[in-house]
């Protein structure tokens, strides 16, 4: 048994919305992650389950390893058919987002989001939600969307639905979210989550390997390139600072998801308490940002990159080049220490 955390009035509404509706839409936001992918897959598996038209549509590509989970080959890539994703706002009787919390978060998407006038239930597990929605479901302090999503299910009364697909799908977002719940996991109601998705069927060792224990052969050097070579370490204030330029990225021959944890691997390092990572794009410098104990890197970055996120993972963007995104890092440190590093 889990506590009933979610409104009465929320699901009452979002199970009228979802009964009535014919063609649902489930929307994520950009890159999307192992919980994004996840809860939006769980979504078409138990929807479509009860005999609803589900389809999955993302903004832009996402990591190779979660293409395995079921279901995946039903996902829209809405950058590869932008006329398709118009056409699936438009028909869709309801559309539900997963994992995002504004709708900048979709990227591309964004105006075809703003310009739906069809119902919609925001799922998410983000700081402050800033969407408007028929029903909002929004509850920060959970692990993941996935787990959120699961409690979601239970009080519309389809526990009995979710079947191993769809388990398999949740804990690939509990997962990713929490590190292989490394961290964000000391909730005890997430391991009962967790207990239960794997009597339905789920395998984690199975997702564990996929997951987490699979890269290839140029991402492997080029993690040990920016361990070597880039890792940047300030014992003084308890940070650590790994950047990769677009052309050490090419030299490697970077295809996305290469670098997928390498932002964790300086707080291994006793004394570390926040490290972060930069990888040059094509329009602005990438930052993504992680901690362990209460420092909080979701402020760091929505007021210093434009970005957010969570207490212990997090990320922006800066806009200049990778010698001015590195001066400014550490010109924040002396600031993030006398402000969030209690000793």
């Not at 992650?33 to 078409?44: C, V, W």
């Not at 549509?57 to 995946?72: E, F, S, T, V």
């Not at 800066?318 to 969030?340: C, I, P, V, W």
């Amino acid at each position: 048994m889990i506590s009933r955390i979610i409104d009465e009035k929320s699901i009452h509404k979002a199970k009228s919305l979802i009964d009535n509706a014919e063609q649902i839409l489930v929307v994520t936001h950009m890159t999307p992650d192992g919980d994004a992918i996840g809860s939006s897959l769980a979504a078409m598996h138990v929807f479509s389950a009860i005999g609803k038209d589900v389809r999955v549509l993302i903004p832009d590509l996402y990591l190779a390893p979660l293409r395995k989970l079921p279901g995946a080959k039903e996902i829209v890539d809405g950058s590869r058919y932008p006329d398709f994703a118009e056409k699936l706002f438009e028909t869709s009787d309801l559309v539900i987002c997963l994992d995002f919390n504004e709708p900048s978060r979709v990227g591309r998407l964004e105006p075809l989001l703003r310009k739906c006038t069809k119902p919609k239930i925001l799922i998410d597990h983000h700081l402050n939600p800033d969407l408007e929605a028929d029903v909002i479901i929004s509850h920060p302090e959970m692990a993941a969307t996935a787990y959120l999503l699961f409690r979601v299910f239970c009080r519309l009364e389809l526990f009995n639905i979710i079947d191993r697909p769809a388990a398999q799908c949740l804990l690939a977002g509990m997962m990713t979210d929490t590190g292989n719940f490394a961290y964000n996991c000391s909730d005890p109601e997430l391991y009962i989550v967790v207990a239960e998705l794997l009597r339905k069927g789920a395998d984690k060792e199975a997702l564990y390997r996929l997951l987490f224990n699979t890269t290839s052969e140029n991402s492997m050097r080029l993690n040990a390139y920016a361990i070597l070579e880039k890792m940047k370490v300030f014992d003084e204030y308890g940070a650590a600072l790994i950047s990769l330029s677009r052309e050490e990225l090419n030299r490697f021959h970077y295809v996305k998801g290469d670098t997928e944890g390498l932002v964790n691997r300086p707080l291994a390092i006793p004394g570390i308490c926040y490290s972060a990572f930069m990888r040059e794009e094509s329009d602005c410098i990438r930052v993504s940002m992680r901690s362990v104990g209460d420092f909080p890197v979701n402020k760091v970055c929505s007021e210093h990159f434009d970005g957010g996120g969570h207490l212990n993972a997090a990320g922006g963007d800066f806009h200049g080049t990778m010698a001015e995104a590195e001066e400014f890092f550490r010109s924040l440190l002396q600031e993030n220490k006398d402000k969030y590093i209690h000793k």
